[in-house]
């Protein structure tokens, strides 16, 4: 059996075709891609407004660009997820508060996080970055509910949850990034996640002052709208307001995501066929501490059970070329945070997660016969 990785990319001659125009085009950035890009992404996820970017950690910084976080405000996280999340909120100079996860859902606890919230005086804090982790969707409605009780803005990193919904108190689908809830929200397309640019990302909103201030900040500040500048040199004048940084995407890359956003939905539904595969062969297992539960829109990112006897569980999948992986080693313990006094048994909840979850592999190329000889495998370790 060839390598299985936990994920990876769908590239179609058509996807290549798609590059191979643009490359062959007047323009490799800067052009017209990206807008159809930006707008095709908006359409997908229901968003008023899509700013396409270099990279998900781009999008996360220039969203706590825009939402203006200053030296030493506190900004309440997740400490199950990419250390991208956290790390934005560094950038800005800003203090990552963690917060500990549900157990049953792995996404921030929303009781945990009023308790938070209300230990402190009001204005404590100034915002909170909830993950859509794995591909399940935060209920965004009562974390918005919270959120304007203590008068705090949200970042949703959506980087997981591509076409994921949770259902709100009317019954209606609420799509990750859709920007009804949220300030703003983040995706990447990295190629382990659903959609891939090689490197890129994107940052939804439905508020027009974020977005015009987010494209400025994407190109160093320079204000994109002319109308707008102090002064009026001439036809070649240009004006910087504020300090920006180059965090565009190119046009070759906005192809590639156009042609990759057509297979979005497919890509989708195979992602649920074998995550309905994995939960019919392992419930009611004994190795089994947890599967994830069933969730309609869940976007399964990733395929996360908890195991008995994790540590050798990986090890004998590793042996048979099969690249089980983690996610994610706790972000308060890394030795980075732990400068701030973050420390082992912080969160309980999130470091009991860690002992035995497991990303088995799942994405949209992965065959059935590849995923039986994962499920054998697996079982062969404990038989
Ligand atoms: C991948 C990822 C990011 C970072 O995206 P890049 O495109 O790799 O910069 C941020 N947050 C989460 C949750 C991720 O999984």
Known sequence: MKRIPYGRQHITEEDIQAVNDVLR?????????IAEFEKAFAEYEGSEYAVAVSGGTAALHLSALALNIQPGDKIITTPITFVATANCVRYCGGEVV???IDPETYLLDIGKVRQLLQS???????????VDFAGRAVDLEAL???ADEFGLWIIEDATHAPGGFFTDNRRQKQLCGNGNFADLATFSFHPVK????????MITTNNEKLYLRLRNLRTHGIQQNHNLNQKKDGI???????LGFNYRMTDVAAALGLSQL???DAGLERRKEIAALYEKAFAGKPFIRRLPEINEGHAYHLYIAEFENRD???????????????HYIPVHLMPYYQQFGWKEDDMPVAENYYRHCLSLPVYSTLTDEEQSFVIKTIEEFYA
């Open 25 to 33: 085009s007047d323009y490799l950035t800067q052009g017209p891609k």
């Open 98 to 100: 963690f917060s500990d």
């Open 120 to 130: 402190s005086p009001k204005g404590t804090y100034k915002g909170i970055i909830p």
């Open 144 to 146: 918005r509910n919270l």
């Open 194 to 201: 659903h959609i891939t640019t090689g490197e890129g990302g």
């Open 236 to 242: 070649w004048y240009y004006e910087m307001q504020e």
């Open 262 to 264: 057509k297979r979005a």
């Open 312 to 326: 050798g569980l990986i090890n004998h999948l590793r042996k048979n070329n099969i690249m089980a992986q983690v």
